[in-house]
């Protein structure tokens, strides 16, 4: 998605004699000038929501209305949300907010449409409260309408595991770490006899994300105040994972990167920690693979990684028909239809006790109880908070345990350099 200040008019020659026709194009703000007088919302999104097809149930049930998705790569997404934002132009009608932005965003409320003064307020109740509250300004307007939740799980290749002579059943693959320490001695021994260019994760900063997601404090305190150098439970993930690098079990992928979408089509590693939202990705990445993956428990049992929001930017021409159209996507109803079709964990709490949901398994996961599975952990979640800026020092993070996988510095420099970076993110 790149920055747009001002609107472009695109003139398309229907044929050579045919009538120039001049059609305004859909802006990043939408646009009400096309053919039939149509309200025209753009819908900002990064990765996978789910929404295809219950926009093309929208468009239906709305025949006035014509939605368009936009999609970009999850920082860039964010990154130029800011942009727009400050210059007024170039937001779409709807933009998601991932849970690590989130509070970035909510620090300046005046930019969004406060939903509350839309009906939001009457439908509070429908998520999770601390979900509800993660969204809300200092002054108490509500930004955004939560989408889902991430909660945690692993997922491993069956196939891989068998090779490697580890059990495949997912209880007993459960069994097999109760901690992270017992995880990564589990991948000690998946390595001793591991096929020929399979390593056991995926990379380290995937890894160090569900560590650092069930530490009681993260990357902030409650004063928004920077805690990653202070932290013991975030330095003692780190060296977790970076003695994992060091042992040779990560295939040295960063999340989110063409070169990982790869390493799931060819195979090249056997776990990867899997939010619900991470399941859509697997499918989308590896689609032949249908079967071979399963699910099994966190190490460490518990903790959430990701979750989104729908807000509404003020600069939208149509901020009513924007609001309810995030309304209804966020709704209970849409929020089962996302879990069911591509995994993305609901943070309506109506919906974990819905037979539907808790009996709902994945063909494409060998028939996982992922209903159970995540709904139980969601039961469970004790939420963590976000500080201003914790997206950005997640990607800190990332970037850092990647100069220890990519051989340019030990876990112990590395740790170094990532205190010092992420003291200068304001």
Known sequence: ???KTRNRRIR???GVGATLVALTAVSACGDSGAAGGKVKLSLGLFGNFGYTDLIKEYQAAHPDIEITERTAAYSDHHKNLAAHLATGAGAAD???IDTGYVAQFKATPDKFVDLNTVGGDKLKDRWLGWKWAASL??????IGYGTDVGGLAICYRRDLFKTAGLPEDRDAVSALWPTWQAFFEAGKRFQEKAPNGVKFMDGGPTVLNAIVGQAPQGYYDQNDQVIVGSNPALRQGWDLVADAVKANLSAGLLYSTPQWNTGFTQGQFA????????MTKIKDQAPDTAGKWDVAAVPGGGGNWGGSYLTVPKSGKHTKEAAELAAWLTAPEQQAKVFTSKGLLPSAPSLYDDPKITGYTNPFFNNAPVGKVFTDAAKKLNPQYQGPKAGDVQTEFGNAMQRVEQGKQDGAAAWQQLVGDVAKIK
């Open 1 to 3: 998605m790149r920055p």
């Open 271 to 278: 776990t990867v920690t899997c939010p619900a939202w991470m």
């Open 94 to 96: 709807v933009e998601a």
């Open 137 to 142: 300004g200092k002054g108490g307007q509500q």
């Open 12 to 14: 398309l020659l229907a």
